[in-house]
């Protein structure tokens, strides 16, 4: 059974860059059958796509956040990371790393990490 | 982008009751959304996918109906351990994007 856990520092300062990376357990990220993504909620609000990338290297990004935004692949880790720069209060929210399904078409995610708390503040 | 609107944002439910969550599309999304479990400190569980397909595991007690933009999210004999933050999904058009959300609080 496939899971997904993220890591990284909680405190982060304004316009520095925030990275985190998902460390996935139980399965593959070398898988062509799965997008490796990030999603995020800020505070009050709903839950925002970050973007996703493939086991071949091809990436999407959301375009309200794409000029920040850098989704990279570790496969001997087994890992995968998020980088957003230029990082102000807004971006404090809880980070999701999750899996997408992927044939032909998107699914959807089907599994999801537990979540990282970033709080960006001086 | 699609917008969803997902309603109520909270409901408070007896053990037993029938409880049905609401999500609405700004187009037209055809099947195309997943509906979730989350509950505080755990990873969101997948419960139904394309509208209406329980994924292996969950419980009957949960299901799903609807088509284009309106779309239902129903628990059936609701129990306990549903207590829980349920949202849905859309996975027709990128990016994807979220509803808001559900509490379900049980009495």
């Known amino acids: 059974q496939v899971q997904l856990q993220e890591s990284g520092p909680g405190l982060v300062k304004p316009s520095q860059t925030m990275s985190l990376t998902c460390t996935v357990s139980?399965?593959?990220?070398?898988?062509?059958?799965?997008?490796w993504e990030w999603i995020r909620q800020r505070p009050g609000e709903g839950l925002e796509y970050i973007g996703y990338?493939?086991?071949?290297?091809?990436?999407k990004y959301n375009p309200s956040l794409k000029s920040r935004v850098f989704i990279s692949l570790d496969t001997s880790r087994n890992q995968f990371s998020l980088s957003l720069n230029s990082v102000t209060a807004a971006d404090t929210a809880v980070y999701y790393c999750a899996r997408g399904l992927f044939d032909t078409y998107y699914y959807g995610v089907d599994v999801w990490g537990q979540g990282a708390t970033v709080t960006v503040s001086s | 982008e699609t917008t969803l609107t997902q309603s109520p944002a909270f409901m408070s439910a007896t053990p037993g009751d029938k409880v049905t969550i609401s999500c609405r599309a700004s187009r037209d999304i055809d099947d195309d959304i997943n509906w979730y479990q989350q509950r505080p400190g755990k990873p969101a569980v997948f419960l139904l996918k394309e509208a209406s397909t329980l994924v292996p595991g969950v419980p009957p007690r949960f299901s799903g109906s609807g088509y284009g933009t309106h779309f239902t999210l129903t628990i059936n004999d609701i129990e306990s351990e549903d207590a829980a933050y349920y949202f849905c999904l859309q996975h027709d058009n990128f990016p994807p994007t979220f509803g808001g959300g559900t509490k379900v609080e049980l009495k």
């Open positions: 139980g399965g593959s990220v070398r898988s062509g059958d799965y997008y």
């Open positions: 990338i493939y086991y071949n290297g091809n990436t």
